[in-house]
């Protein structure tokens, strides 16, 4: 048999249809890896997530542990150190909270009392200026509004932050507000306030 000769429509049509399923070969090799592009990101969200999940319920146990170590580590001797300045504390309440239009107002994180005068104490692992600023806040809260079943009346509030560290100059600033600032130095925790400082002052309104 008489091999056709191929004209050039031919031709024009094989590169046509191997255009065509080249394109085609493509397009599914595209599709393809767009799908294990898409499982794989969704599949690399999913192990972030859980990552995620799990390291902040692993921090939330480190700053649980850290706060309760640092409050251990203060509590039994701040009695001691303020009737020492002469303030003649002898009652100390932990997570005190006050409430305005029955929500969540303020919480202290310890409350010291004396006949006239109260003692608001911030306690942090680590001491920030914002943690400062909110303490401030949080004490002209208090002297407006009175902790849930506690007498505040005719007493004078003083405030007072404690930490195992700071940061930088933040125990200075906190000092210049007027708080008691309550620092470790070796391995005790004090008052580092001199004898001639004058606390800052809050009146209670009720």
């Known amino acids: 048999m008489k091999k056709k000769k191929l004209t050039k429509q031919d031709v024009l049509d094989l590169i046509a249809a191997s255009n065509a399923k080249f394109e085609q070969q493509m397009s599914e090799s595209n599709a393809k890896f767009e799908q294990q ?33 640092t409050e251990e580590m203060i509590r039994p001797n701040i009695i001691p150190m303020f009737q020492a300045k002469g303030i003649n504390v002898e009652t100390l309440l ?6 305005k239009d029955g929500k969540d107002y303020y919480e202290i994180d310890w409350l ?33 509004i009175a902790p849930k079943h506690i007498l505040l009346n ?3 509030l003083l405030g007072a932050v404690a930490a195992i560290t700071y940061e930088d100059g933040v125990d200075r600033y906190a000092y210049k507000k007027g708080l008691y600032v309550l620092k470790q130095t070796g391995n ?19």
Do not use: Q
């Open 37 to 69: 592009m898409s499982e794989s990101n969704a599949k690399f969200e999913a192990d972030l997530k859980k990552s995620r999940k799990e390291f902040d319920k692993k921090m939330g146990s480190l700053t649980g542990f850290l706060g309760k170590f």
């Open 94 to 99: 932990r997570s005190v909270v006050g409430k």
């Open 154 to 156: 005719e007493k004078t």
């Open 112 to 144: 010291l009392i004396d006949t006239d005068i109260a003692i608001v104490v911030e306690v942090k692992t680590k001491l920030t200026r914002d943690d400062v600023d909110e303490h401030l806040d949080r004490l002209a809260k208090i002297s407006e």
């Open 188 to 206: 005790l925790v004090s008052i580092i306030n001199e004898e001639n400082f004058k606390p800052c002052e809050w009146k209670t309104n009720y």
